[in-house]
């Protein structure tokens, strides 16, 4: 019951309500505007006063105008829709739902009057809009209380329809606390929250068909529908803290959720997505994750929710198939620092909201984002946002809490890219990595001459025919790809971001060139091979899986045959030619190399957490030129996983530069660490990564002949 409301006396009650079943529309008006004042034991005798109001005409369109011979009804039905969702409402807060068979029975017909409810209030303003919109909330609570109802298929794409139209309208014209709760906004964005949620659930009803109603009622405008959503979000550091407001904005970041979710991880970016990103969707989330992960603000009711459905928002973006775009992006919000925040205030006895086996930032952590470190930016932005952690001393917080498994994960791999990346930096100095962003033709090769993109100034194009293509390309996807390398260009690794089109071949290379022994003694245990030709292409394919992975490398024979070069594996056909030849330029060594072609099947992400040799019928290795062998094998780095061919035998595996430079930034580590300790107080000067910069560094002077300076000790492990 309503506050400073004052219950009729069941004398008064029965008296009104015995007058409207006798027909007095006075008394029926009375009991509608005194809804609030019904007593509880009365309530379902005077809502079943309001039903027969609702009856439809034969030919009623909710969208026409109203006939006259309708007016009279209409008066009732407003009369109706007040006190239904006034009466109905306390009936179910209190979880008396003895109306609900007759309240779903007259739903249809009351659906469309609401419509028409609606459409008659909608450019109305001031109270009297506020009124009404938040009469129809109510009306959506009463019916969101009956378990299934938006699933029903008898009348759900309608119900929805309506609830759409509402929210669009109503949300966007919220503003004090007073406008959350009685214009509606809070209540409608709660309402979509069950519909999108009862949805997901439903065995006959999916997201995809809730949000194409919800997108065509915005009239297929993706980013009015992401505003909308928005709106109870985008000043993280001001927003309200009373129960309405943090509902309300835990019921929002629901509805984004809901809206951004893939039906397949993978599947490319939809309309929403895009739209929901140049609205800052990974900005507001990643600002909202600090806000209530940090005191005072984690002490609050709802804290916990509102923050961990910032990670449900943040996995949806990142599960999708062009998602590496994205992922410096969110590192560079301190996305590492709030999650360490997080466990810290709502994790940190073990037991929390977070599931400890199937989370968004357990995904997040240990597959997602190691997915993304056969990328130049992705480990960039991770090396710097781990820098973070380490000088905050954040990264126990992490390390020793119940993700600690999943970030193990991605900090093995991330100092192996970290340790291929700086050596590979080194190269950029002197060597001239400059390639067209679609093709990946040299510049200097056939005599064309790369110029960068106007927009972001990183990307390099052959020729406006490659620009164009890859503007709109499904694989490059520029269009998207433009703005976030915009960002990174802005940075001290511009130089470094405009040259890393070549990062795939190396790390293909090194992979190749660590695991050549244990391949090759594979091949001599294997009659089939003995008289492989040599003739071919490689493959190494980056799975999206943190377990044991089924096949990593692959071999393609290359044949001339018809009007070009095929390739084929002893397991299938020829492979289109369109779709391979398209890899095969995105990967292939520079021509100046002479370089064997390299083909990476997944070519934009997948973590490598082993590689796994798949034999083939008639195919031998060639190397890259680039990629000779150095030391012998020796010693083992427990950093690194073996990899392991299909029937899980390890391969013998070369100890190079990047297990020496790793290990010996380890060893400095520890005993930096172990000193710190002992020094409290002691800040950290050179974090892990540092280190493995300074000693590719030095690696690279003595290799090229240059003194190390007086006092500085330098020790080599081949």
């Given at each position: 019951?309503?506050?400073?409301?004052?219950?009729?006396?069941?004398k008064?009650?029965?008296?009104?309500?015995?007058?409207?079943?006798?027909?007095?529309?006075e008394?029926?008006?009375?009991?509608?505007?005194?809804?609030?004042?019904?007593?509880?034991?009365?309530?379902?005798?005077?809502?079943?006063?309001?039903?027969?109001s609702f009856?439809?005409p034969?030919?009623?369109?909710?969208?026409?105008?109203?006939?006259?011979s309708?007016?009279?009804?209409?008066?009732?039905?407003?009369?109706?829709?007040?006190?239904?969702?006034?009466?109905?409402?306390r009936?179910?807060?209190?979880?008396?739902?003895?109306?609900?068979?007759?309240?779903?029975?007259?739903?249809?017909?009351?659906?469309?009057?609401?419509?028409?409810?609606?459409l008659?209030?909608?450019?109305?303003?001031?109270?009297?809009y506020?009124?009404?919109?938040?009469?129809?909330?109510?009306?959506?609570v009463?019916?969101?209380?009956?378990e299934?109802s938006?699933t029903?298929?008898?009348?759900?794409?309608?119900?929805?329809?309506?609830?759409?139209?509402?929210?669009?309208?109503?949300?966007?014209?919220?503003?004090?606390?007073?406008?959350?709760?009685?214009?509606?906004?809070?209540?409608?964005?709660?309402?979509?929250?069950?519909?999108?949620?009862?949805?997901?659930?439903?065995?006959?009803?999916?997201?995809?068909?809730?949000?194409?109603?919800?997108?065509?009622?915005?009239?297929?405008?993706a980013?009015?529908v992401?505003?909308?959503?928005?709106?109870?979000?985008r000043?993280a550091p001001?927003?309200r803290t009373d129960?309405?407001s943090?509902?309300f904005?835990?019921?929002?970041?629901?509805?984004?959720?809901?809206?951004?979710?893939?039906?397949?991880?993978?599947?490319?970016?939809?309309?929403?997505?895009?739209?929901?990103?140049?609205q800052?969707?990974l900005?507001?989330s990643?600002?909202?994750?600090?806000?209530?992960?940090?005191s005072?603000?984690?002490?609050?009711?709802y804290?916990?929710?509102?923050?961990?459905?910032?990670?449900?928002?943040?996995n949806?973006?990142l599960?999708?198939?062009?998602?590496?775009i994205?992922?410096?992006?969110?590192?560079?919000?301190?996305?590492?620092d709030?999650?360490?925040?997080?466990?810290?205030?709502?994790?940190s006895?073990?037991?929390?909201?977070?599931?400890?086996?199937?989370s968004?930032l357990?995904?997040?952590?240990?597959?997602?984002?190691?997915?993304?470190?056969?990328?130049?930016?992705v480990?960039?932005?991770?090396?710097?946002?781990?820098?973070?952690?380490?000088?905050?001393?954040?990264?126990?917080?992490?390390?020793?809490?119940?993700?600690?498994?999943?970030?193990?994960?991605?900090?093995?791999l991330?100092?192996?890219?970290?340790t291929?990346k700086?050596?590979y930096?080194?190269?950029?100095?002197?060597?001239?990595?400059?390639?067209?962003?679609?093709?990946?033709?040299?510049s200097g090769?056939?005599?064309?001459?790369?110029s960068?993109?106007?927009g972001?100034?990183?990307?390099?194009?052959?020729?406006?025919?490659?620009?164009?293509?890859?503007?709109s390309?499904?694989?490059v996807?520029?269009?998207?790809?433009?703005?976030?390398?915009?960002?990174?260009?802005?940075?001290?690794?511009?130089?470094?971001?405009?040259?890393?089109?070549q990062?795939?071949?190396?790390l293909?290379?090194?992979d190749?060139r660590?695991?050549?022994p244990?391949?090759?003694?594979l091949?001599?245990?294997n009659p089939?091979?003995?008289?492989?030709?040599?003739?071919?292409?490689?493959?190494?394919?980056?799975?999206?899986?943190?377990?044991e992975p089924?096949?990593?490398?692959?071999?393609?024979?290359?044949?001339?045959?018809?009007?070009?070069?095929?390739?084929?594996?002893?397991?299938?056909?020829?492979?289109s030619?369109?779709?391979?030849?398209?890899?095969?330029?995105?990967a292939e060594?520079?021509d100046?190399?002479?370089g064997?072609?390299?083909?990476?099947?997944?070519?934009?992400?997948g973590?490598?957490?082993?590689c796994?040799?798949?034999?083939?019928l008639?195919?031998?290795?060639?190397?890259?030129?680039?990629?000779v062998?150095?030391?012998?094998?020796?010693?083992?780095?427990v950093?690194?996983?073996?990899?392991?061919?299909?029937?899980?035998?390890?391969?013998?595996?070369?100890?190079?530069?990047?297990?020496?430079?790793?290990?010996r930034?380890?060893?400095?580590?520890?005993?930096?660490?172990?000193?710190?300790?002992?020094?409290?107080?002691?800040?950290?000067?050179?974090?892990?990564?540092?280190?493995?910069?300074?000693?590719?560094?030095?690696?690279?002077?003595?290799?090229?002949?240059?003194?190390?300076?007086?006092?500085?000790?330098?020790?080599?492990?081949?």
């Amino acid at each position: 019951m309503s506050e400073n409301v004052p219950p009729w006396s069941s004398k008064i009650t029965k008296k009104h309500i015995t007058a409207a079943r006798s027909g007095s529309e006075e008394d029926l008006e009375i009991i509608a505007r005194h809804a609030d004042a019904i007593p509880h034991q009365h309530a379902l005798e005077a809502m079943e006063l309001f039903y027969p109001s609702f009856n439809v005409p034969r030919g009623f369109n909710p969208s026409a105008p109203l006939p006259g011979s309708l007016h009279s009804r209409y008066k009732q039905v407003k009369h109706g829709i007040r006190a239904l969702g006034r009466i109905g409402s306390r009936m179910a807060s209190r979880g008396d739902l003895s109306f609900k068979t007759t309240f779903l029975s007259s739903w249809p017909n009351m659906l469309k009057w609401a419509h028409f409810y609606f459409l008659d209030f909608r450019f109305t303003s001031g109270p009297t809009y506020k009124s009404a919109m938040g009469t129809l909330s109510l009306l959506f609570v009463v019916f969101g209380a009956i378990e299934g109802s938006y699933t029903n298929a008898a009348f759900r794409d309608e119900t929805l329809t309506l609830l759409a139209k509402i929210w669009l309208k109503v949300v966007p014209n919220t503003g004090s606390e007073e406008d959350n709760y009685e214009g509606g906004g809070f209540e409608i964005t709660h309402q979509m929250r069950l519909a999108l949620s009862d949805v997901a659930l439903s065995p006959s009803w999916f997201l995809p068909s809730a949000r194409e109603i919800i997108l065509r009622e915005a009239e297929n405008q993706a980013s009015a529908v992401a505003k909308v959503a928005l709106t109870a979000l985008r000043n993280a550091p001001t927003l309200r803290t009373d129960i309405v407001s943090q509902k309300f904005a835990y019921h929002s970041l629901f509805v984004v959720f809901a809206l951004l979710h893939l039906d397949k991880p993978g599947d490319g970016l939809s309309v929403f997505h895009k739209a929901f990103i140049d609205q800052r969707v990974l900005r507001i989330s990643t600002r909202i994750l600090s806000h209530f992960s940090t005191s005072p603000n984690n002490a609050f009711e709802y804290s916990a929710m509102i923050a961990g459905s910032c990670f449900d928002i943040i996995n949806a973006v990142l599960e999708s198939k062009t998602a590496f775009i994205l992922a410096p992006r969110i590192l560079n919000y301190n996305f590492l620092d709030g999650s360490a925040d997080y466990i810290s205030s709502f994790c940190s006895s073990g037991k929390g909201p977070l599931d400890p086996n199937n989370s968004s930032l357990h995904n997040i952590i240990g597959r997602l984002y190691p997915s993304f470190f056969v990328h130049y930016p992705v480990i960039s932005s991770a090396i710097h946002a781990t820098n973070s952690l380490i000088r905050s001393k954040k990264m126990n917080k992490l390390s020793s809490s119940i993700v600690g498994t999943k970030w193990k994960i991605f900090m093995d791999l991330l100092l192996e890219r970290a340790t291929v990346k700086a050596h590979y930096d080194l190269t950029l100095r002197t060597k001239n990595h400059l390639v067209c962003h679609n093709c990946g033709s040299a510049s200097g090769s056939s005599g064309k001459k790369v110029s960068a993109c106007s927009g972001c100034k990183v990307a390099l194009y052959c020729s406006s025919e490659c620009q164009k293509e890859a503007w709109s390309s499904e694989l490059v996807n520029h269009r998207l790809e433009c703005n976030t390398l915009k960002e990174l260009s802005l940075g001290s690794d511009k130089y470094f971001n405009l040259h890393s089109t070549q990062f795939w071949p190396n790390l293909v290379a090194y992979d190749m060139r660590r695991h050549l022994p244990g391949i090759r003694k594979l091949q001599a245990e294997n009659p089939d091979f003995q008289n492989a030709g040599a003739d071919l292409a490689y493959a190494i394919t980056y799975t999206r899986n943190d377990k044991e992975p089924e096949k990593e490398i692959s071999l393609f024979l290359r044949s001339n045959a018809g009007d070009g070069t095929k390739f084929r594996s002893a397991e299938s056909a020829e492979i289109s030619s369109a779709k391979f030849e398209h890899a095969i330029k995105k990967a292939e060594m520079l021509d100046s190399r002479n370089g064997q072609m390299v083909h990476v099947t997944l070519l934009r992400g997948g973590p490598r957490t082993d590689c796994v040799f798949m034999n083939l019928l008639k195919a031998d290795f060639i190397l890259p030129t680039n990629a000779v062998i150095g030391s012998p094998v020796g010693k083992s780095n427990v950093r690194r996983r073996k990899a392991r061919d299909e029937q899980g035998r390890e391969f013998e595996t070369l100890w190079d530069i990047i297990d020496d430079t790793m290990h010996r930034a380890l060893k400095e580590d520890e005993a930096a660490h172990r000193d710190i300790s002992s020094s409290l107080g002691k800040e950290i000067q050179e974090t892990i990564f540092d280190r493995i910069v300074r000693l590719a560094k030095e690696r690279d002077d003595i290799e090229r002949g240059i003194t190390p300076l007086v006092g500085m000790v330098v020790s080599v492990s081949l």
